[in-house]
């Protein structure tokens, strides 16, 4: 039977086994490749916490409900746990078997508990009775309520048996007597302290470490006198995440925004990680919890391996990490002066990491000072701690400017952030919107108002990511600044409509789902189709984090049978099936994965001859497209064009980190040519050469002084 639709959970699943080979590869530094571990396990963590909770949600509502790959919830959890199993024991394995002992020839040896050395032993357990002691919770579990086990956190579980001679009554006291059966206690791992302890060492060319979790397991006896320890075991609990905020709650949106976070900490388990050294105690959890073999998944090493990165700072010589890469600022943008003049020229393309996020935040700092600023409108989704952005726009307002901020409460795991923000920022006297009922506002957009002589302008930005400057610095995306009326006509109708009660205006040149980014996606699909011809056939390119719209693969599948010639890169989920014949064989989809995670949204169609570019906040999934507020924004200015091209061109030339989907749902890496091309290195070699190319610049322009 032909498959027409990936799975969308096994499909993220082999995005996470991408991550999982990076990991696993020899060639690249020791500290990368243990930080591409703990990203299969940090990446794990939220997929369980949502995409299998909802899965596991549908298998009660609706048990032989298959989607549209044609699995049922049941075939789904089954598949996926067998695909994540094999996925950990892969990266547990890579861990303990290779990254560790590599590790340790490096000078830097992770000891086991059963390898404490005596004099190691006593410094231990020293450290455990002034630093950590003091901080630990003993629960016992006999007690009516079972104690709550919060998410996400690391557990201590013991098998406790009464040392002999001795009886336990429930007050605690000690008494002598007979047996009684065994008795089982939790002890949660502080995550407010270092997870790293160095330990004495003979050897003075080997700095020897223990980690918390191992030091509470073994020294965490002292927690239970009279109780002797049978066994001991380390777990994590992943709770369901996957909640709806009541969009009726009215006035009362943010105390229902709260309510959803107090439901996600005592939610129902969706699977245990452990390390599996007590069967009895890992009995006992599977039965308190509901959780069966599939939910089950053992670390014989870490539970998680983040813990580690720690590490990171005794690499002085950065032999074990990647070359430190610089963050250039753009050689077209002013470091000493507003960009009102630049951007009455021409528009300008912002590329990070590559390029440096601080012109963003320059642009709301410089509207914030200067008095011609009537306004600053923006929305913000995910804008990180103690952020820049936040005190601009406060500072503003502060001025006495008008100052209006749509804040997305509904960002998944940063809605109490964001609440916070919120309210920081209305006591400051920032307008502020919180978002709009049913719908996520994930569109990243500002805009500037400001007098000029005898009319008023507008500035905008608009960006395929966050405005978060530390997020900048690891995520590549892009932004547009411009002051073209259009552009600035239609920000003005989106503000509206988001801020009031304004009925959909026109929008020339911005998309707007979940309005027309679908429409007009389709219907530029469709015009590629009816322009293509055998001797010029049509083209489409397009970069993104994930696919999985059902019309906009049909109407790929629908063009790529019309002689299309279709050319996808889907960093993540991607469920449409390319090359097979009479269906997709025009299609060709490759992902990267690479030091920097590929966040920006590109669509390029060739357009008969006449080609157009847009960048995105969406990508071409159901949430997006059919549930989100996003933005498409078109690349007018022919210099942008041509960079934003460059840019989109590149990753499809990508040899060394690109793999390419296979019609059986596998990925290969790509076939390396004679040179070894990749991308993110390409990328930086460019705007490198740039920003040495103006220094060069400046040093050989001097400023004659004269009288």
Same mark, same amino acid.
């Given at each position: ?27 690249l ?14 990446? @794990? ?40 199993? %094999?996925?950990?024991? =892969?990266? %547990? ?7 560790l002992?590599?590790?340790?020839? $490096? ?25 950590i ?5 003993? +629960? ?26 001795? #009886?336990?009554?429930k007050?605690?006291?000690a ?10 206690? @939790?002890v ?38 009279g ?7 380390? @777990? ?16 009362n ?11 996600? #900490?005592?939610?129902?388990p ?8 007590s ?11 509901? +959780? ?12 998680n ?8 700072s ?8 990647f ?19 630049? +951007? ?10 590559? *390029? ?15 008095? $011609?600023?009537?306004?600053? #409108?923006m ?21 006495g400017? %008008? ?14 952030? $964001? ?20 719908l ?41 600044f ?23 205006q ?18 530029m ?6 322009r ?15 696919l999985?719209? *059902? ?36 299609i ?12 920006s ?56 980190n ?5 019609? $059986? ?25 740039r920003? =040495? ?12 002084r004269?009288?």
């Open positions: 039977m032909e498959i027409r639709y990936f799975n969308r959970e096994l499909s993220w699943l082999e995005f996470n086994a991408r991550v999982l080979y990076q990991g696993l590869r020899k060639e530094p020791l500290l990368e490749r243990l930080q591409f571990l703990s990203i299969v396990t940090s990446n @794990f963590d939220e997929f369980f916490q949502v995409r299998v909770a909802s899965v596991k949600r549908a298998l009660y509502e609706n048990p032989d409900l298959p989607d549209v790959s044609g699995l049922t919830p049941k075939l789904q959890l089954t598949s996926i746990s067998a695909r994540a199993h %094999q996925i950990i024991r =892969e990266q %547990q394995n890579c861990l303990m078997n290779d990254v002992p590599e590790l340790a020839k $490096n000078g830097l040896v992770y000891i086991p508990p059963e390898k404490y050395t005596q004099s190691q032993s006593e410094f231990i357990s020293k450290i455990f009775k002034t630093d002691y003091p901080l630990l919770t003993p +629960l016992r579990t006999d007690t009516e309520a079972f104690p709550h086990i919060k998410n996400l956190a690391v557990y201590a579980a013991f098998l406790l048996t009464p040392i002999e001679g001795i #009886k336990m009554e007050g605690g006291e008494l002598k007597g007979s047996d009684e059966v065994p008795r089982i206690a @939790f949660e791992i502080p995550d407010g302290i270092s997870h790293i302890y160095w330990l004495p060492s003979e050897n003075k060319n080997e700095k020897q470490f223990a980690l918390l979790g191992d030091i509470v397991s073994i020294f965490g006896t002292s927690l239970f006198p109780l002797e320890v049978e066994q001991s075991m380390l @777990f994590k609990v992943v709770r369901d995440a996957d909640f709806a905020v009541d969009e009726d709650a009215g006035n949106f943010i105390h229902a925004m709260e309510d959803v976070l107090i439901q996600r #900490k005592s939610s129902f969706v699977a245990m990680i452990c390390n599996g050294k069967p009895e105690l890992l009995k006992f959890l599977k039965e308190k919890l509901e +959780l069966s073999d599939e939910d089950i998944y053992m670390a014989d090493g870490l539970l391996p983040g813990v580690l990165m720690g590490l990171r005794m690499d002085e010589d950065g032999k074990m990490s070359d430190r890469w610089e963050h250039f600022y753009p050689c077209d943008l002013p470091e000493d002066q507003p960009y009102w003049d630049t +951007l009455k020229l021409h528009d300008k393309i912002l590329h990070v990491p590559y *390029e440096c996020y601080d012109p963003v935040v320059k642009m709301i700092s410089d509207a914030a000072d200067d008095d $011609n600023v009537l306004a600053i #409108k929305t913000l989704y995910r804008t990180g701690g103690d952020s820049p952005i936040i005190k601009a726009l406060e500072a503003a307002a502060a001025r400017k %008008q100052v209006v901020v749509l804040v997305e409460l509904k960002a998944r795991f940063d809605e109490e952030r $964001n609440i916070a923000w919120a309210n920081e920022l209305e006591q400051a006297g920032v307008t502020v919107i919180y978002g709009l009922v049913n996520k506002v994930h569109a990243k957009i500002l805009m500037i108002v400001r007098r000029e002589a005898d009319t008023i302008r507008r500035y905008v930005h608009l960006a395929t990511g966050n405005y978060n400057p530390k997020t900048a610095k690891l995520y590549s995306d892009i932004s547009l411009t002051s073209n009326p259009g552009i600035a006509s239609d920000a003005t109708n989106f503000f509206n409509l988001v801020t009031g009660y304004s009925t959909l026109k929008m020339t040149y911005l998309g707007m789902a979940p309005v027309t980014i679908k429409s007009r996606l389709l219907s699909i469709q015009r590629e189709i009816e293509s011809t055998p001797d010029t056939p049509g083209l489409i390119i397009a970069k993104m984090n994930s999985t719209h *059902e019309e906009v693969i049909n109407a790929l599948y629908k063009a790529s049978q019309a002689g299309v010639k279709v050319m996808l890169n889907v960093r993540g989920i991607c469920m449409l099936v390319p090359g097979v014949p009479g269906m997709s064989e025009n060709t989809v490759t992902s990267i994965v690479d030091r920097y995670l590929e966040h949204r590109i669509f390029y169609f060739e357009n008969g001859g006449n080609p157009e570019l847009y960048c995105a906040s969406a990508d071409w999934m159901s949430r997006n497209l059919d549930r989100r507020i996003e933005l498409m924004f078109p690349i007018l200015d022919k210099d942008a064009f041509k960079e934003v091209k460059m840019i989109l061109d590149t990753y499809f030339e990508d040899n060394t690109a793999q390419v989907l296979q019609s $059986n749902g596998s990925w290969l890496p790509v076939e390396k040519g004679k040179a070894p091309f990749q991308a993110q290195a390409e990328l930086y070699k460019i705007y490198k050469k920003a =040495e190319k103006i220094a060069k610049k400046e040093q050989t322009e001097f400023i004659v004269r009288k």
